[in-house]
Protein backbone atom coordinates (compact mmCIF):
# COMPACT_ATOMS: atom_id res chain seq x y z
CA UNK A 1 0.00 0.00 0.00
CA UNK A 2 1.42 3.32 -1.49
CA UNK A 3 1.59 6.28 1.61
CA UNK A 4 -0.07 8.57 -1.01
CA UNK A 5 -2.23 8.37 -4.37
CA UNK A 6 -0.07 11.06 -6.01
CA UNK A 7 2.96 13.45 -5.16
CA UNK A 8 3.52 16.10 -6.75
CA UNK A 9 6.99 17.57 -6.96
CA UNK A 10 7.29 21.47 -6.59
CA UNK A 11 4.91 23.46 -5.13
CA UNK A 12 5.17 26.44 -7.93
CA UNK A 13 1.61 27.55 -9.02
CA UNK A 14 1.63 24.72 -11.67
CA UNK A 15 2.72 22.17 -9.20
CA UNK A 16 -0.10 23.50 -6.47
CA UNK A 17 -2.82 23.31 -9.06
CA UNK A 18 -2.03 20.14 -10.11
CA UNK A 19 -2.53 18.87 -5.99
CA UNK A 20 -5.03 20.70 -5.98
CA UNK A 21 -7.40 19.38 -8.64
CA UNK A 22 -6.37 15.89 -7.77
CA UNK A 23 -7.30 16.47 -4.31
CA UNK A 24 -10.58 17.87 -5.10
CA UNK A 25 -10.91 14.31 -7.09
CA UNK A 26 -10.84 12.36 -3.75
CA UNK A 27 -6.92 11.68 -4.37
CA UNK A 28 -4.58 11.76 -1.23
CA UNK A 29 -1.95 14.14 -2.11
CA UNK A 30 1.26 15.50 -0.96
CA UNK A 31 3.25 17.92 -2.95
CA UNK A 32 6.77 18.14 -1.96
CA UNK A 33 8.83 21.64 -2.30
CA UNK A 34 12.75 22.10 -1.65
CA UNK A 35 12.02 25.70 -0.45
CA UNK A 36 10.36 27.05 2.67
CA UNK A 37 7.56 28.93 0.59
CA UNK A 38 5.21 28.26 -2.32
CA UNK A 39 4.86 29.98 -5.40
CA UNK A 40 8.11 28.69 -7.22
CA UNK A 41 9.10 31.69 -9.86
CA UNK A 42 5.84 33.40 -8.76
CA UNK A 43 6.44 33.98 -5.26
CA UNK A 44 5.88 37.21 -2.80
CA UNK A 45 8.79 37.44 0.08
CA UNK A 46 9.54 39.57 2.37
CA UNK A 47 13.38 40.16 1.20
CA UNK A 48 13.85 43.28 3.46
CA UNK A 49 11.84 43.78 7.10
CA UNK A 50 8.31 44.83 6.22
CA UNK A 51 8.38 45.00 2.36
CA UNK A 52 6.61 42.22 0.22
CA UNK A 53 8.89 42.01 -3.36
CA UNK A 54 7.34 39.95 -6.28
CA UNK A 55 10.60 37.52 -6.70
CA UNK A 56 10.31 36.62 -9.89
CA UNK A 57 6.59 37.03 -11.88
CA UNK A 58 5.13 40.38 -10.92
CA UNK A 59 1.92 40.50 -13.43
CA UNK A 60 -0.90 37.83 -14.45
CA UNK A 61 0.01 38.82 -18.37
CA UNK A 62 -1.32 35.32 -19.81
CA UNK A 63 -3.97 33.95 -17.39
CA UNK A 64 -7.17 33.21 -18.07
CA UNK A 65 -10.17 34.18 -15.74
CA UNK A 66 -11.72 30.92 -16.79
CA UNK A 67 -9.25 28.90 -14.32
CA UNK A 68 -10.48 31.50 -11.27
CA UNK A 69 -13.60 29.58 -11.88
CA UNK A 70 -12.39 26.14 -12.41
CA UNK A 71 -10.08 26.46 -9.13
CA UNK A 72 -12.36 28.46 -7.41
CA UNK A 73 -9.98 30.49 -6.49
CA UNK A 74 -11.91 33.25 -5.50
CA UNK A 75 -13.28 31.58 -2.46
CA UNK A 76 -9.83 31.03 -1.52
CA UNK A 77 -8.82 34.54 -0.61
CA UNK A 78 -7.56 35.75 -4.07
CA UNK A 79 -8.55 39.08 -5.35
CA UNK A 80 -7.09 40.30 -8.84
CA UNK A 81 -6.45 44.11 -9.22
CA UNK A 82 -6.29 46.10 -12.74
CA UNK A 83 -4.13 49.23 -12.14
CA UNK A 84 -5.59 52.01 -14.52
CA UNK A 85 -2.10 51.79 -16.55
CA UNK A 86 -0.17 48.25 -17.01
CA UNK A 87 2.72 50.78 -18.21
CA UNK A 88 4.32 54.30 -19.30
CA UNK A 89 6.86 53.06 -22.39
CA UNK A 90 8.98 56.24 -23.34
CA UNK A 91 11.89 56.94 -25.42
CA UNK A 92 13.52 60.41 -26.68
CA UNK A 93 12.28 63.85 -25.25
CA UNK A 94 10.89 64.14 -28.88
CA UNK A 95 8.77 60.43 -28.72
CA UNK A 96 5.37 61.34 -27.19
CA UNK A 97 5.18 58.11 -24.37
CA UNK A 98 3.34 55.31 -25.31
CA UNK A 99 0.84 54.46 -21.94
CA UNK A 100 -1.00 50.74 -21.50
CA UNK A 101 -4.07 52.14 -20.32
CA UNK A 102 -6.26 48.72 -19.47
CA UNK A 103 -9.79 50.63 -20.08
CA UNK A 104 -10.24 49.90 -23.44
CA UNK A 105 -12.29 53.29 -24.42
CA UNK A 106 -8.96 54.97 -22.10
CA UNK A 107 -6.50 53.94 -24.29
CA UNK A 108 -8.53 54.35 -27.53
CA UNK A 109 -8.27 57.85 -26.61
CA UNK A 110 -4.79 57.97 -26.08
CA UNK A 111 -3.99 56.85 -29.53
CA UNK A 112 -6.00 58.85 -31.17
CA UNK A 113 -5.28 62.03 -29.21
CA UNK A 114 -1.81 61.35 -28.86
CA UNK A 115 -0.39 59.10 -31.71
CA UNK A 116 -2.84 59.76 -34.50
CA UNK A 117 -5.84 57.49 -35.97
CA UNK A 118 -3.05 55.43 -38.13
CA UNK A 119 -0.90 54.17 -34.58
CA UNK A 120 -4.95 53.31 -33.39
CA UNK A 121 -5.66 51.87 -36.59
CA UNK A 122 -2.71 50.06 -36.91
CA UNK A 123 -2.86 48.76 -33.47
CA UNK A 124 -6.65 47.19 -34.22
CA UNK A 125 -5.30 45.52 -36.98
CA UNK A 126 -2.42 43.82 -35.40
CA UNK A 127 -5.13 43.09 -32.29
CA UNK A 128 -7.99 41.27 -34.79
CA UNK A 129 -5.07 39.49 -36.57
CA UNK A 130 -3.53 38.19 -33.26
CA UNK A 131 -7.50 37.33 -32.49
CA UNK A 132 -7.38 34.85 -35.26
CA UNK A 133 -4.18 33.38 -33.63
CA UNK A 134 -5.91 33.26 -30.39
CA UNK A 135 -8.70 31.31 -31.91
CA UNK A 136 -6.32 28.25 -32.66
CA UNK A 137 -4.86 28.44 -29.60
CA UNK A 138 -8.40 28.56 -27.82
CA UNK A 139 -8.73 24.88 -29.18
CA UNK A 140 -5.64 23.50 -28.09
CA UNK A 141 -5.75 25.13 -23.96
CA UNK A 142 -6.81 22.09 -22.53
CA UNK A 143 -5.75 19.32 -24.57
CA UNK A 144 -2.75 17.62 -25.97
CA UNK A 145 -1.86 20.15 -28.97
CA UNK A 146 -2.36 19.16 -32.84
CA UNK A 147 0.96 18.88 -34.48
CA UNK A 148 1.83 21.96 -35.44
CA UNK A 149 2.53 21.36 -39.25
CA UNK A 150 -1.07 19.77 -39.34
CA UNK A 151 -2.76 22.35 -37.52
CA UNK A 152 -0.94 24.85 -40.69
CA UNK A 153 -1.84 22.08 -43.50
CA UNK A 154 -5.54 21.65 -42.01
CA UNK A 155 -6.00 25.56 -41.93
CA UNK A 156 -9.39 26.61 -43.45
CA UNK A 157 -8.27 29.09 -45.71
CA UNK A 158 -4.86 30.58 -47.38
CA UNK A 159 -5.34 33.37 -45.50
CA UNK A 160 -5.44 31.65 -42.06
CA UNK A 161 -2.64 29.14 -43.41
CA UNK A 162 -0.48 32.55 -44.14
CA UNK A 163 -1.37 33.96 -40.78
CA UNK A 164 0.05 30.79 -39.33
CA UNK A 165 2.95 30.38 -40.70
CA UNK A 166 3.70 34.30 -40.68
CA UNK A 167 3.12 34.28 -36.87
CA UNK A 168 4.74 31.17 -35.62
CA UNK A 169 7.96 30.95 -37.92
CA UNK A 170 8.72 34.77 -38.81
CA UNK A 171 9.89 37.14 -36.88
CA UNK A 172 7.98 39.95 -34.79
CA UNK A 173 8.99 42.30 -37.30
CA UNK A 174 7.49 40.23 -39.57
CA UNK A 175 4.20 40.30 -38.09
CA UNK A 176 3.87 44.35 -36.89
CA UNK A 177 5.22 45.21 -41.07
CA UNK A 178 1.75 44.34 -42.24
CA UNK A 179 0.55 46.52 -39.55
CA UNK A 180 3.24 49.44 -38.92
CA UNK A 181 4.96 49.40 -42.76
CA UNK A 182 7.20 52.78 -41.34
CA UNK A 183 10.19 51.24 -39.15
CA UNK A 184 10.58 54.93 -37.32
CA UNK A 185 6.93 56.20 -37.21
CA UNK A 186 5.43 54.95 -33.55
CA UNK A 187 8.69 53.44 -32.69
CA UNK A 188 7.60 53.28 -29.17
CA UNK A 189 4.71 51.65 -29.70
CA UNK A 190 6.44 49.25 -32.02
CA UNK A 191 9.40 48.83 -29.34
CA UNK A 192 6.81 47.89 -26.86
CA UNK A 193 5.61 45.42 -28.78
CA UNK A 194 8.88 43.88 -29.92
CA UNK A 195 10.01 44.28 -25.85
CA UNK A 196 7.16 41.07 -25.83
CA UNK A 197 8.64 39.17 -28.42
CA UNK A 198 11.84 39.05 -27.00
CA UNK A 199 10.41 37.59 -23.46
CA UNK A 200 11.02 34.15 -22.80
CA UNK A 201 13.35 33.71 -25.60
CA UNK A 202 16.87 33.92 -26.83
CA UNK A 203 16.14 35.97 -29.55
CA UNK A 204 16.07 40.17 -30.82
CA UNK A 205 12.60 40.78 -32.78
CA UNK A 206 14.25 40.49 -35.80
CA UNK A 207 15.15 37.05 -35.62
CA UNK A 208 12.91 34.12 -37.03
CA UNK A 209 10.46 32.66 -34.60
CA UNK A 210 9.79 35.64 -32.60
CA UNK A 211 6.79 36.41 -34.21
CA UNK A 212 5.25 33.16 -32.29
CA UNK A 213 6.17 34.82 -29.01
CA UNK A 214 4.86 38.15 -29.66
CA UNK A 215 1.45 35.96 -30.37
CA UNK A 216 1.87 34.14 -27.24
CA UNK A 217 1.97 37.33 -25.04
CA UNK A 218 -1.13 38.78 -26.24
CA UNK A 219 -3.21 35.43 -26.91
CA UNK A 220 -2.71 33.13 -24.45
CA UNK A 221 -4.54 35.39 -21.78
CA UNK A 222 -7.88 37.04 -21.85
CA UNK A 223 -6.53 40.24 -22.62
CA UNK A 224 -3.19 41.37 -22.52
CA UNK A 225 -3.60 43.73 -19.87
CA UNK A 226 -1.81 43.49 -16.13
CA UNK A 227 -3.65 42.22 -13.19
CA UNK A 228 -1.57 41.04 -9.55
CA UNK A 229 -3.00 39.35 -6.75
CA UNK A 230 -3.76 42.10 -3.64
CA UNK A 231 -1.02 41.31 -1.14
CA UNK A 232 1.23 40.23 -4.07
CA UNK A 233 1.56 37.53 -6.92
CA UNK A 234 1.69 34.85 -4.07
CA UNK A 235 -1.72 35.35 -3.16
CA UNK A 236 -2.40 33.01 -6.00
CA UNK A 237 -0.33 30.64 -4.90
CA UNK A 238 -1.68 30.65 -1.11
CA UNK A 239 -4.87 30.76 -2.56
CA UNK A 240 -4.00 26.93 -4.57
CA UNK A 241 -2.35 26.20 -0.85
CA UNK A 242 -5.38 26.65 1.03
CA UNK A 243 -7.60 24.95 -1.63
CA UNK A 244 -5.72 21.75 -1.51
CA UNK A 245 -5.62 21.13 1.89
CA UNK A 246 -9.63 22.00 2.52
CA UNK A 247 -9.75 18.96 0.31
CA UNK A 248 -7.38 16.75 2.64
CA UNK A 249 -4.29 17.69 0.77
CA UNK A 250 -0.81 18.94 2.35
CA UNK A 251 2.35 20.70 0.93
CA UNK A 252 5.66 19.27 2.67
CA UNK A 253 8.38 22.24 2.98
CA UNK A 254 11.86 22.48 3.17
CA UNK A 255 11.58 18.81 1.59
CA UNK A 256 14.29 18.63 -1.77
CA UNK A 257 13.71 15.75 -4.23
CA UNK A 258 17.05 13.74 -5.58
CA UNK A 259 15.30 11.40 -7.51
CA UNK A 260 12.43 9.68 -8.87
CA UNK A 261 12.34 5.81 -7.84
CA UNK A 262 11.59 3.63 -10.10
CA UNK A 263 10.83 -0.04 -10.44
CA UNK A 264 10.35 -2.40 -13.33
CA UNK A 265 9.53 1.00 -15.60
CA UNK A 266 6.96 2.65 -13.33
CA UNK A 267 7.57 5.09 -10.70
CA UNK A 268 6.97 3.63 -6.75
CA UNK A 269 7.59 7.48 -5.20
CA UNK A 270 10.54 9.88 -4.68
CA UNK A 271 13.61 9.72 -2.56
CA UNK A 272 14.28 12.75 -0.59
CA UNK A 273 17.83 14.53 -0.75
CA UNK A 274 17.56 13.34 3.08
CA UNK A 275 17.66 9.69 1.88
CA UNK A 276 14.08 9.17 3.11
CA UNK A 277 11.26 7.57 0.67
CA UNK A 278 7.42 8.06 0.14
CA UNK A 279 5.56 5.57 -1.70
CA UNK A 280 2.86 7.13 -3.98
CA UNK A 281 0.95 5.52 -7.13
CA UNK A 282 1.73 8.10 -9.63
CA UNK A 283 4.08 10.83 -9.36
CA UNK A 284 3.88 14.49 -10.86
CA UNK A 285 6.79 16.56 -11.97
CA UNK A 286 5.96 20.47 -11.97
CA UNK A 287 9.95 20.95 -12.98
CA UNK A 288 11.29 21.40 -16.57
CA UNK A 289 12.04 18.27 -18.67
CA UNK A 290 15.76 18.81 -18.17
CA UNK A 291 15.53 18.29 -14.28
CA UNK A 292 13.14 16.06 -14.33
CA UNK A 293 14.04 13.40 -16.81
CA UNK A 294 18.25 13.68 -16.86
CA UNK A 295 18.64 14.65 -12.64
CA UNK A 296 15.25 13.20 -11.11
CA UNK A 297 14.99 10.00 -13.35
CA UNK A 298 18.01 9.24 -15.27
CA UNK A 299 19.21 9.02 -19.23
CA UNK A 300 19.49 5.18 -18.48
CA UNK A 301 15.89 4.29 -17.62
CA UNK A 302 15.28 6.34 -20.63
CA UNK A 303 15.06 5.40 -24.65
CA UNK A 304 17.65 7.57 -26.28
CA UNK A 305 15.72 9.68 -28.72
CA UNK A 306 14.03 10.69 -25.56
CA UNK A 307 17.00 11.43 -23.83
CA UNK A 308 18.16 13.64 -26.69
CA UNK A 309 15.15 15.14 -27.58
CA UNK A 310 15.74 16.77 -23.58
CA UNK A 311 18.93 17.24 -24.17
CA UNK A 312 18.17 19.83 -27.64
CA UNK A 313 16.25 22.12 -25.40
CA UNK A 314 17.40 25.44 -25.11
CA UNK A 315 17.04 27.02 -21.84
CA UNK A 316 19.60 30.41 -22.57
CA UNK A 317 17.66 32.92 -20.75
CA UNK A 318 19.77 35.56 -19.33
CA UNK A 319 17.96 38.30 -17.36
CA UNK A 320 18.31 41.04 -13.81
CA UNK A 321 16.00 41.53 -11.61
CA UNK A 322 16.74 44.06 -8.99
CA UNK A 323 14.61 44.17 -5.87
CA UNK A 324 14.65 47.78 -4.19
CA UNK A 325 12.81 49.80 -1.15
CA UNK A 326 12.78 53.28 -1.83
CA UNK A 327 11.52 55.96 0.58
CA UNK A 328 9.56 58.10 -2.08
CA UNK A 329 8.70 57.98 -5.32
CA UNK A 330 11.05 59.19 -8.02
CA UNK A 331 9.67 62.57 -9.05
CA UNK A 332 10.72 62.58 -13.25
CA UNK A 333 11.28 65.56 -14.72
CA UNK A 334 11.10 67.29 -18.14
CA UNK A 335 9.06 65.31 -20.97
CA UNK A 336 8.44 62.76 -18.34
CA UNK A 337 7.22 64.92 -15.40
CA UNK A 338 3.21 64.08 -16.31
CA UNK A 339 3.45 60.86 -15.14
CA UNK A 340 4.06 61.93 -11.75
CA UNK A 341 -0.12 62.46 -11.91
CA UNK A 342 -2.03 59.91 -11.48
CA UNK A 343 0.05 57.35 -10.59
CA UNK A 344 1.42 56.57 -14.44
CA UNK A 345 5.05 56.42 -12.87
CA UNK A 346 3.89 53.04 -11.50
CA UNK A 347 5.55 50.92 -14.07
CA UNK A 348 8.08 52.95 -16.63
CA UNK A 349 9.85 51.05 -19.67
CA UNK A 350 12.98 52.57 -21.41
CA UNK A 351 11.46 50.95 -25.10
CA UNK A 352 12.97 53.25 -27.58
CA UNK A 353 12.19 51.28 -30.42
CA UNK A 354 12.98 47.69 -32.21
CA UNK A 355 16.39 48.48 -33.50
CA UNK A 356 17.33 48.91 -29.65
CA UNK A 357 16.46 46.16 -28.81
CA UNK A 358 18.35 44.71 -31.71
CA UNK A 359 21.25 46.77 -30.77
CA UNK A 360 21.26 45.02 -27.58
CA UNK A 361 20.76 41.57 -28.71
CA UNK A 362 23.97 41.80 -30.29
CA UNK A 363 25.96 42.98 -27.00
CA UNK A 364 24.08 40.29 -25.28
CA UNK A 365 25.03 37.89 -27.67
CA UNK A 366 28.98 38.84 -27.59
CA UNK A 367 28.56 38.14 -23.52
CA UNK A 368 28.71 42.71 -23.10
CA UNK A 369 26.58 44.50 -20.48
CA UNK A 370 23.38 46.43 -23.00
CA UNK A 371 24.85 49.95 -22.43
CA UNK A 372 21.29 51.22 -21.98
CA UNK A 373 19.23 48.23 -20.99
CA UNK A 374 16.03 47.52 -21.93
CA UNK A 375 14.29 48.05 -18.77
CA UNK A 376 11.59 47.45 -16.83
CA UNK A 377 10.88 49.65 -13.67
CA UNK A 378 8.16 48.84 -11.31
CA UNK A 379 6.63 50.44 -7.98
CA UNK A 380 4.20 47.54 -7.17
CA UNK A 381 3.12 49.25 -3.76
CA UNK A 382 1.16 52.42 -5.38
CA UNK A 383 -1.19 49.90 -6.24
CA UNK A 384 -1.15 47.82 -3.54
CA UNK A 385 0.05 49.69 -0.32
CA UNK A 386 0.01 46.15 1.40
CA UNK A 387 3.62 45.53 0.50
CA UNK A 388 5.09 48.30 2.39
CA UNK A 389 4.97 50.28 5.00
CA UNK A 390 3.19 53.13 5.05
CA UNK A 391 5.60 56.38 3.39
CA UNK A 392 7.59 53.82 1.91
CA UNK A 393 7.55 51.45 -1.31
CA UNK A 394 8.90 48.59 -3.31
CA UNK A 395 10.66 48.61 -6.31
CA UNK A 396 11.60 45.87 -8.81
CA UNK A 397 13.35 46.27 -12.68
CA UNK A 398 13.19 43.70 -14.63
CA UNK A 399 15.52 43.97 -17.52
CA UNK A 400 16.45 41.22 -20.12
CA UNK A 401 19.57 40.37 -22.18
CA UNK A 402 21.55 40.56 -19.21
CA UNK A 403 24.78 37.95 -20.72
CA UNK A 404 24.37 34.30 -20.46
CA UNK A 405 27.26 32.79 -20.18
CA UNK A 406 29.19 34.96 -17.58
CA UNK A 407 32.22 33.56 -16.08
CA UNK A 408 31.36 32.91 -12.54
CA UNK A 409 34.23 35.40 -11.10
CA UNK A 410 32.85 38.22 -13.35
CA UNK A 411 28.90 37.70 -12.01
CA UNK A 412 29.30 40.11 -9.38
CA UNK A 413 30.56 42.59 -11.39
CA UNK A 414 28.63 42.43 -14.64
CA UNK A 415 25.26 42.11 -12.93
CA UNK A 416 26.09 45.49 -10.97
CA UNK A 417 27.35 46.84 -14.02
CA UNK A 418 23.99 46.52 -15.56
CA UNK A 419 21.97 47.06 -11.97
CA UNK A 420 23.62 50.85 -12.05
CA UNK A 421 22.76 51.34 -15.64
CA UNK A 422 19.37 50.58 -15.44
CA UNK A 423 18.93 52.70 -12.36
CA UNK A 424 20.90 55.61 -14.08
CA UNK A 425 18.21 55.30 -16.64
CA UNK A 426 15.54 56.34 -14.65
CA UNK A 427 18.22 58.43 -12.22
CA UNK A 428 18.55 60.57 -15.82
CA UNK A 429 15.12 61.32 -15.71
CA UNK A 430 14.07 61.51 -11.70
CA UNK A 431 17.30 62.89 -10.02
CA UNK A 432 16.25 62.15 -6.69
CA UNK A 433 15.94 58.18 -7.56
CA UNK A 434 19.74 56.98 -6.39
CA UNK A 435 18.80 59.09 -3.19
CA UNK A 436 15.37 57.69 -2.13
CA UNK A 437 17.14 53.54 -2.89
CA UNK A 438 17.35 52.31 0.79
CA UNK A 439 18.43 48.85 0.35
CA UNK A 440 19.36 46.91 -2.90
CA UNK A 441 19.15 43.02 -4.16
CA UNK A 442 19.93 42.22 -7.53
CA UNK A 443 19.62 38.79 -8.62
CA UNK A 444 20.79 36.96 -12.13
CA UNK A 445 19.34 34.34 -13.64
CA UNK A 446 21.95 31.87 -11.78
CA UNK A 447 20.13 32.85 -8.56
CA UNK A 448 16.88 31.51 -9.87
CA UNK A 449 18.59 28.65 -11.34
CA UNK A 450 20.26 28.19 -7.70
CA UNK A 451 16.74 28.76 -5.68
CA UNK A 452 14.05 27.10 -7.76
CA UNK A 453 16.15 24.38 -9.66
CA UNK A 454 15.01 25.73 -13.09
CA UNK A 455 17.34 24.24 -16.07
CA UNK A 456 19.76 27.23 -16.75
CA UNK A 457 17.61 29.85 -14.45
CA UNK A 458 15.31 30.06 -17.79
CA UNK A 459 11.95 31.17 -16.69
CA UNK A 460 10.17 30.20 -19.39
CA UNK A 461 10.78 26.53 -18.29
CA UNK A 462 11.60 25.79 -21.80
CA UNK A 463 12.69 28.87 -24.12
CA UNK A 464 9.44 29.97 -26.71
CA UNK A 465 10.87 29.48 -29.48
CA UNK A 466 9.06 27.85 -32.33
CA UNK A 467 10.65 24.26 -31.74
CA UNK A 468 9.89 23.87 -28.55
CA UNK A 469 6.19 24.78 -28.56
CA UNK A 470 3.17 23.05 -29.13
CA UNK A 471 3.47 19.40 -29.91
CA UNK A 472 6.95 19.54 -29.08
CA UNK A 473 6.66 20.59 -25.88
CA UNK A 474 8.37 19.51 -23.85
CA UNK A 475 10.02 16.50 -26.69
CA UNK A 476 8.10 15.07 -29.77
CA UNK A 477 5.69 12.64 -29.17
CA UNK A 478 5.24 13.38 -25.32
CA UNK A 479 3.12 16.60 -25.10
CA UNK A 480 0.27 14.63 -22.96
CA UNK A 481 1.95 15.42 -20.17
CA UNK A 482 2.70 11.34 -19.92
CA UNK A 483 6.55 10.13 -20.08
CA UNK A 484 8.03 7.36 -20.93
CA UNK A 485 7.92 5.98 -17.13
CA UNK A 486 4.36 4.81 -16.38
CA UNK A 487 2.97 6.62 -13.71
CA UNK A 488 5.64 9.53 -14.15
CA UNK A 489 3.35 12.58 -15.39
CA UNK A 490 4.63 16.43 -16.07
CA UNK A 491 2.46 19.27 -14.95
CA UNK A 492 4.67 22.56 -14.92
CA UNK A 493 5.53 25.42 -17.45
CA UNK A 494 7.87 22.92 -19.32
CA UNK A 495 4.62 21.60 -20.54
CA UNK A 496 2.05 22.50 -23.23
CA UNK A 497 0.93 25.46 -23.10
CA UNK A 498 3.65 26.96 -21.58
CA UNK A 499 5.32 29.78 -19.58
CA UNK A 500 3.49 32.47 -17.77
CA UNK A 501 1.25 32.39 -14.34
CA UNK A 502 -1.72 30.50 -16.47
CA UNK A 503 -2.17 27.34 -14.29
CA UNK A 504 -3.06 25.37 -17.37
CA UNK A 505 -0.15 23.07 -17.78
CA UNK A 506 -0.68 21.67 -13.96
CA UNK A 507 -4.54 21.26 -14.65
CA UNK A 508 -4.19 19.54 -17.90
CA UNK A 509 -1.70 17.45 -15.92
CA UNK A 510 -3.43 16.21 -13.14
CA UNK A 511 -6.84 15.87 -15.21
CA UNK A 512 -4.54 13.39 -17.66
CA UNK A 513 -3.51 11.60 -14.11
CA UNK A 514 -7.54 11.52 -13.75
CA UNK A 515 -8.32 9.91 -17.03
CA UNK A 516 -6.63 6.59 -16.24
CA UNK A 517 -7.70 6.70 -12.17
CA UNK A 518 -11.35 7.23 -13.38
CA UNK A 519 -10.63 4.38 -15.73
C1 LIG B 1 12.22 37.39 -13.07
C2 LIG B 1 10.98 36.72 -13.56
C3 LIG B 1 9.90 37.48 -14.01
C4 LIG B 1 8.74 36.86 -14.48
N1 LIG B 1 7.66 37.64 -14.83
C5 LIG B 1 6.50 37.05 -15.16
C6 LIG B 1 5.31 37.81 -15.28
O1 LIG B 1 5.30 39.03 -15.02
N2 LIG B 1 4.18 37.18 -15.67
C7 LIG B 1 4.14 35.82 -15.89
O2 LIG B 1 3.07 35.30 -16.26
N3 LIG B 1 5.24 35.05 -15.72
C8 LIG B 1 6.41 35.63 -15.35
N4 LIG B 1 7.52 34.86 -15.10
C9 LIG B 1 7.47 33.41 -15.39
C10 LIG B 1 6.68 32.63 -14.32
O3 LIG B 1 7.13 33.00 -13.05
C11 LIG B 1 6.86 31.13 -14.53
O4 LIG B 1 6.53 30.78 -15.86
C12 LIG B 1 5.96 30.33 -13.59
O5 LIG B 1 6.02 30.82 -12.28
C13 LIG B 1 6.35 28.86 -13.63
O6 LIG B 1 5.53 28.14 -12.74
P1 LIG B 1 5.70 26.58 -12.50
O7 LIG B 1 4.82 26.22 -11.36
O8 LIG B 1 5.49 25.85 -13.77
O9 LIG B 1 7.23 26.35 -12.12
P2 LIG B 1 8.12 26.96 -10.87
O10 LIG B 1 7.56 28.24 -10.43
O11 LIG B 1 9.50 26.87 -11.36
O12 LIG B 1 7.85 25.87 -9.73
C14 LIG B 1 8.65 24.72 -9.58
C15 LIG B 1 8.81 24.47 -8.08
O13 LIG B 1 9.57 23.27 -7.90
C16 LIG B 1 10.47 23.45 -6.81
N5 LIG B 1 11.57 22.48 -6.96
C17 LIG B 1 12.59 22.53 -7.84
N6 LIG B 1 13.39 21.47 -7.68
C18 LIG B 1 12.86 20.73 -6.67
C19 LIG B 1 13.23 19.50 -6.03
N7 LIG B 1 14.33 18.83 -6.39
N8 LIG B 1 12.46 19.03 -5.02
C20 LIG B 1 11.32 19.71 -4.63
N9 LIG B 1 10.94 20.87 -5.20
C21 LIG B 1 11.68 21.36 -6.21
C22 LIG B 1 10.91 24.89 -6.96
O14 LIG B 1 11.46 25.38 -5.76
C23 LIG B 1 9.60 25.58 -7.35
O15 LIG B 1 8.88 25.96 -6.21
C24 LIG B 1 8.67 35.44 -14.55
C25 LIG B 1 9.72 34.68 -14.06
C26 LIG B 1 10.87 35.30 -13.56
C27 LIG B 1 11.98 34.46 -12.99
Given amino acids: MADYDAIVVGAGHNGLTAATVLARNGLSVLCVEKNNWPGGMAATRELFSGFKHNVGAWGMLVFRDQMLKLLELDKYGLELMR ?285 QVPDDPLAYCAFPSVNDPTLAPQGYHTCTIFSPYFPYDVPEGKLKEMSMLMADRAIDQIARRAPNFRDAIMDKAVLTHRWFENTYGVTGGDYASGLLHPGQMWHRRPVVGWANYRTPIENLFMCGSGCHPGPGITCVPGYNGANEVLKDWKG
Fill in 83 to 367: PRTSYCVYGAPEDVCFIGYTDVNEITQHLMNDHGPDAMESLAGLYNYLQKFKAVVDQELFKPPTPLDTLIANAPDAETREMLLRTVYGSAIDVLRQFFPDPKKHRLIQGSLCASAIDGTHMSPFSPGSGLSLAYHYTMGDAYDFRTPRGGIGALSKALVESLEDHGGKVQYGTPVKRFLIENGETAGVELKSGEKISARVVLSSLDAHATFLRMVGEDRLPSDFVQGVKEIEYRNGYLQIHMTVKELPEFTGHLAFTNENNIRWLMAYIPSPEHIARHWEQYRRG
